[in-house]
């Protein structure tokens, strides 16, 4: 996090590259795993997801003013994937992919983005928060050298009938003592460049940890496998990029729509589901990076849809995955210190890079190390102290934060968030339910007053006809909705059916500013209680 808030100038991409290439850099390790994984879960080739990838970083930064969101395949999107594929085949999918950003351009261009502003802060930050915890519950299986699961997945359940909870149980029967090894000095380096003394030296600042930390892991596998066979890490525990030999290998990195299957509806209704689901991942990570955001800036969440429409068409063009915008690198990228999107173009830039011409190097790279930078990212987002100032706040915020939280943990990210906005609006429909008589005044005459409040719905039946009910008999009571701008027609029948109970109680009743038919008796009074308030 930086001391001082940078003026707008200070925000130009070329200022700040000392900050940016580092932390694109970072994204860039974490990215790699999470792309293969994400294309393994989806049933596609693993250069799809690499292809995914390096889109999001060079295409989206140049349309997007999200500063600091980072594009790519979304596991969110992964089961949709998978079965789209099945059903249709990869190329025809592919097509699919590209009306689905032609979708999100038309959303932008019509303002849907809008939507993204809807969505509580409470969930914005319980979902941050389930978020970081599912990070670390499923990056320990990697960290100890139980790779049965893909790094990126962020979902409950897990390959083979396995769960987030049960693979914890499950990895006691398959620790790796060299992933371990490796772990723990990773993840020293971790904390040791997360010291303040660290921090405050010029060279530690541009050379990151995590890079440190992939290098320094990288090297001791070398050396086991060198000195210690029984302690290095065959490939099913490093990085598994595919390696495209030659021109042919390149060309063949790369897969074409199959535009034949224009006619078939079933491509359309695959480029829609997508396009809403990409667009909905996509405003919420929206919202959580811009939380996250040490400058607090505001991103046009339009022109985001735009950006990413235009990127997921190019994506089906080449072979490439659905893209969003994708919380966990995005997170990655504010933790590692960048300013501008000119971080994300940099990881894009590099994955590009290594996918064509050294991918050799990276496969070296152990998943326990990646997992430990992953580990860090996700306490971050979880830290304890969120949960006490959550609290604090109220149940109000609380409840729908922990059910947020939860959710995301024991489902996946769209339903934990669903379930979160339930509960949200839940405590909203109670609070709107308390509000439609919001003043009782109690005069000395006798006389009380019920003021409605400036919307009056059928939400509020309920609490009108209780309070109407609890009115002493014998009372004076004005109903005054001077203030109401709008009243539905369900609380009107309730206050005029009252008039007939008013009387029966002997209730002296005087009606302010509502469209009831009143007796000549009741106009005077209403006269006469607007002038005594004047």
């Known amino acids: 996090m930086q001391d001082s808030r940078p003026t707008d100038d200070e925000f130009s991409v070329w200022k700040n590259l000392r900050y940016d290439i580092p932390a694109g850099i970072v994204v860039f390790l974490v990215a790699v795993p999470l792309c293969l994984g994400i294309a393994l879960a989806s049933g596609a080739p693993l250069s799809s997801g690499i292809i995914a990838g390096f889109l999001g970083g060079l295409v989206v930064p140049l349309i997007s003013r999200s500063p600091l969101g980072v594009s790519g395949p979304a596991a969110g999107l992964a089961v949709i994937v998978y079965e789209a594929i099945q059903d249709l085949g990869f190329q025809p999918f592919l097509l699919a992919v590209v009306f689905a950003g032609v979708i999100q351009v038309i959303l932008g261009l019509a303002r849907a983005g809008i939507i993204g502003y809807y969505f509580p802060s409470s969930v914005i930050t319980g979902m941050l928060s389930g978020i970081g915890i599912i990070i670390v519950l499923k990056q320990i299986p990697h960290a100890v050298g139980y790779d049965a699961d893909w790094l990126g997945d962020i979902a409950y359940r897990e390959p083979g009938d396995e769960t987030t909870l049960s693979a914890l149980v ?49 090297a001791l596998n070398v050396w086991f496998r060198r000195f210690h066979p029984e302690l290095a890490l065959n490939a099913e525990h490093l990085v598994q990029l595919p390696v495209a030999e030659g021109m042919e290998g390149v060309r063949q990195f790369f897969a074409f729509p199959d535009f034949s299957a224009f006619t078939d509806t079933a491509v359309y209704t695959t480029a829609l589901v997508v396009a809403l689901v990409a667009s909905i991942e996509t405003l919420l990570c929206v919202e959580a990076t811009d939380k996250l955001d040490p400058y607090k800036r505001v991103t046009p969440t339009n022109r985001e849809l735009i950006a990413q429409g235009v990127a997921n068409s190019i994506s089906g063009l080449i072979g490439g995955l659905p893209i969003t915008q994708v919380i966990v690198r995005s997170s990655t990228n504010i933790l590692a210190g960048a300013r501008t999107k000119a971080a994300a173009f940099v990881h894009g830039l590099l994955l590009l890079i290594a996918a064509l011409l050294f991918p050799h190097l990276l496969n070296l790279i152990p998943l326990a190390t990646l997992a430990t930078i992953l580990f860090l990212v996700g306490y971050k987002l979880a830290k304890p102290e969120l949960f006490l100032r959550m609290y604090r706040q109220g149940w109000y915020q609380f409840i729908p934060f922990m059910v947020t939280v939860l959710g995301l943990i024991f489902t996946d990210l769209l339903t934990g968030v669903g379930v979160g906005m339930a509960t949200a609006l839940f405590f909203i429909l109670l609070e709107h339910y308390k509000c439609g008589v919001y003043v009782h005044e109690y005069h000395e005459d006798n006389r009380i007053i019920l003021r409605l409040s400036e919307q009056v719905t059928f939400l509020n039946k309920a609490n009108l006809l209780k309070t109407l009910d609890r009115l002493p008999p014998g009372s004076d009571v004005v109903i005054d909705a001077s203030a109401t701008r709008y009243i539905d027609h369900d609380a009107l029948e309730i206050i005029e059916n009252f008039k007939t109970e008013a009387k029966a109680k002997h209730i002296r009743l005087t009606l302010v500013g509502l469209p009831v038919a009143a007796s000549p008796e009741e106009e005077e009074r209403s006269h006469e209680t607007a002038e005594t308030s004047v």
């Open 170 to 218: 499950d990895m006691l029967g398959a620790l790796h003592p060299g992933a371990i090894v490796i772990a723990i000095v990773s993840m020293a380096i971790l904390i040791l460049w997360e010291q303040p003394f660290m921090k405050r030296r010029r060279l530690f600042q541009l050379i990151q940890g995590p890079l440190v930390a992939v290098i320094v892991g990288s």
